[in-house]
């Protein structure tokens, strides 16, 4: 299915590129000029043009554009760290994991303060359930497939077209008789489903993101839509079958979503009555601060810069260095979504984070601090998945060759890994806050002229082969399948 926003992490594009030091330079962002057959170089390791082409020639469904080459080296350096931190100190005493955890902190006791104050009834008998379900439109459930395709980050308006050209093309050849689930499973982008020709199984009203569900429900079964836009990507969506469901089968979920909007209301009502007296407000200057932050992730504020207020209140603010923390930590997709946001949204969005910072001090306030043994806990557990992760890569106990230096090992265990994230053997693993951390350790080194070379590479390698899938195969290659007008 297609979740909100813990939606896995797409392929290597929507790895976003971290700038700052890290943006391209004709010779780099170190003192010392880079080989011309450098990428980028972290402390002593090197990524080669031979070892992105390596990487990168056979993977056609991956565009060659210089946001794929980023966002690959910005892996590369990710696993380098942390393969060579996994062998200086398997417990990672090296790193703030405190700081990782402060979120996590945060959130439970938020959670503590609205179970304190929060009293809401939310029993309901089985005849005002039945009354409640009555009042509403009969519960429908929906079985979709749908083509998936993203953006490069940061895309031109002709890059823009050019994904949405594509898939136009795969909608008329769909039409004229191709089968959505082969052309799913070679080109959709949505890992998924694209394995299951795009199948995305039932799901009901509220599961799928608005633009998304909206398609879904302004279809019959077997028509394909036009090409539709959500904050996941673009996407060609077939609607397979839409069946409504009897009151006794949905009773037990539909009580369940009745008691949350009840908690919902009572949560809001509660968090009004904060921020009215507070005076919440958004400082002037804090959109395009925002916005520099999520495109400069890497960048390095200390001082006036990093106290100064986003958002403010009667008795705090929210700051230019909580929001780069946050920024840091979260997923790529948040800082390309804020990057490009309207200043309604990103009010709407500072607004919420001042609103969090309120709760957690009214939790302070109340007692509602964690007990030192939990954030122990929270803090082993951050170790935990941190040596999964290495393991899950490869990147943890390394195998020497005899007489082999560990440098050597760490490269080829880290090459390996990118490896197995582009073929799909294992799962791209973003390294968020820690990945910064890491980062504060050792010089980092990016090199404009090895990208491009490493492009052209890839580029040339692939022009002389035969034409892609999408130009080569006949429109009429399948039989029209009777479902589809």
């Known amino acids: 299915m297609l979740p909100h926003e813990e939606m896995a992490v797409r392929k290597l594009r929507m790895i976003a590129p971290v700038l700052g030091c890290l943006t391209l330079a004709a010779a780099?962002?170190?003192?010392?000029?880079?080989?011309?057959?450098?990428?980028?170089?972290?402390?002593?390791?090197?990524?080669?043009?031979?070892?992105?082409?390596?990487?990168?020639?056979?993977?056609?469904?991956?565009?060659?554009?210089?946001?794929?080459?980023?966002?690959?080296?910005e892996l590369w350096i990710d696993y380098t760290l942390?393969?060579?931190?996994?062998?200086?100190?398997?417990?990672?005493?090296?790193?703030?994991?405190?700081?990782?955890?402060?979120?996590?902190?945060?959130?439970?006791?938020?959670l503590a303060l609205r179970d304190s104050v929060i009293q809401v009834d939310t029993f309901i008998t089985p005849e005002e359930l039945s009354s409640l379900y009555a009042t509403e439109s009969p519960e429908v459930e929906l079985r979709a497939r749908h083509i998936m395709m993203n953006f490069p980050i940061e895309a031109t308006p002709a890059q823009?077209?050019?994904?949405?050209?594509?898939?136009?093309?795969?909608?008329?050849?769909?039409?004229?008789?191709?089968?959505?689930?082969?052309?799913?499973?070679?080109?959709?982008?949505?890992?998924?489903?694209?394995?299951?020709?795009?199948?995305?199984?039932?799901?009901?009203?509220?599961?799928?993101?608005?633009?998304?569900?909206?398609?879904?429900?302004?279809?019959?079964?077997?028509?394909?839509?036009?090409?539709?836009?959500?904050?996941m990507g673009l996407h060609l969506i077939r609607l397979e079958e839409r069946?409504?469901?009897?009151f006794d089968e949905v009773a037990p979920a539909f009580r369940l979503r009745v008691q949350q909007q009840r908690n919902a209301a009572a949560e809001s009502t509660f968090v009004a009555g904060l921020e009215g007296p507070a005076g919440l407000q958004i400082a002037e200057g804090a959109f395009d601060v925002a916005r520099e932050l999520a495109r400069n992730p890497s960048t390095?504020?200390?001082?006036?810069?990093?106290?100064?207020?986003?958002?403010?209140?009667?008795?705090?603010?929210?700051?230019?260095?909580?929001?780069?923390?946050?920024?840091?930590?979260?997923?790529?997709?948040?800082r390309d979504r804020v990057s490009v946001s309207t200043d309604e949204e990103l009010e709407d969005f500072l607004?919420?984070?001042?609103?969090?910072?309120?709760?957690?001090?009214?939790?302070?306030?109340?007692?509602?601090?964690?007990?030192?043994?939990?954030?122990?806990?929270?803090?082993?557990?951050?170790?935990?998945?941190?040596?999964?992760?290495?393991?899950?890569?490869?990147?943890?106990?390394?195998?020497?060759?005899?007489?082999?230096?560990m440098e050597v090992a760490v490269q080829r265990a880290v090459l390996a890994a990118l490896a197995d994230n582009l073929s799909g053997a294992t799962r791209i693993v973003p390294l968020g806050l820690v990945g910064f951390q890491l980062r504060e350790r050792v010089p980092i080194?990016?090199?404009?002229?090895?990208?491009?070379?490493?492009?052209?590479?890839?580029?040339?390698?692939?022009?002389?082969?035969?034409?892609?899938?999408?130009?080569?195969?006949?429109?009429?290659?399948?039989?029209?399948?009777?479902?589809?007008?």
């Open 243 to 246: 069946r409504v469901q009897d």
């Open 82 to 110: 942390l393969a060579e931190a996994t062998q200086e100190d398997s417990t990672y005493g090296q790193l703030e994991i405190e700081d990782l955890v402060r979120q996590r902190i945060d959130q439970e006791m938020i």
């Open 351 to 405: 607004l919420d984070l001042g609103r969090r910072d309120l709760l957690v001090t009214e939790a302070r306030v109340s007692g509602l601090d964690p007990a030192p043994a939990r954030v122990d806990s929270l803090t082993s557990e951050v170790r935990g998945q941190l040596l999964a992760a290495t393991q899950a890569l490869g990147l943890r106990d390394l195998d020497l060759a005899p007489g082999e230096e």
């Open 300 to 334: 390095t504020l200390a001082g006036r810069a990093a106290r100064r207020p986003l958002v403010s209140w009667d008795a705090g603010d929210y700051s230019a260095g909580e929001l780069l923390e946050m920024l840091q930590f979260e997923q790529p997709s948040l």
């Open 445 to 485: 080194a990016v090199n404009a002229a090895g990208v491009g070379q490493a492009l052209l590479s890839v580029g040339q390698i692939r022009a002389g082969r035969s034409p892609s899938p999408i130009e080569n195969t006949p429109e009429t290659a399948a039989p029209a399948p009777d479902s589809v007008r």
């Open 28 to 73: 780099g962002c170190g003192d010392d000029a880079m080989d011309a057959n450098v990428v980028a170089r972290v402390g002593d390791y090197e990524l080669t043009v031979d070892d992105v082409v390596t990487l990168l020639a056979d993977e056609e469904r991956l565009p060659t554009e210089s946001a794929i080459v980023e966002s690959l080296l």
């Open 160 to 231: 823009q077209d050019s994904v949405r050209n594509t898939l136009e093309q795969l909608r008329n050849r769909i039409i004229v008789g191709a089968r959505f689930e082969d052309l799913a499973r070679q080109f959709s982008q949505d890992p998924g489903s694209a394995a299951e020709g795009g199948d995305l199984g039932f799901f009901a009203r509220g599961d799928m993101v608005q633009p998304f569900e909206e398609a879904v429900l302004a279809l019959q079964p077997g028509e394909v839509s036009g090409v539709v836009e959500s904050p």
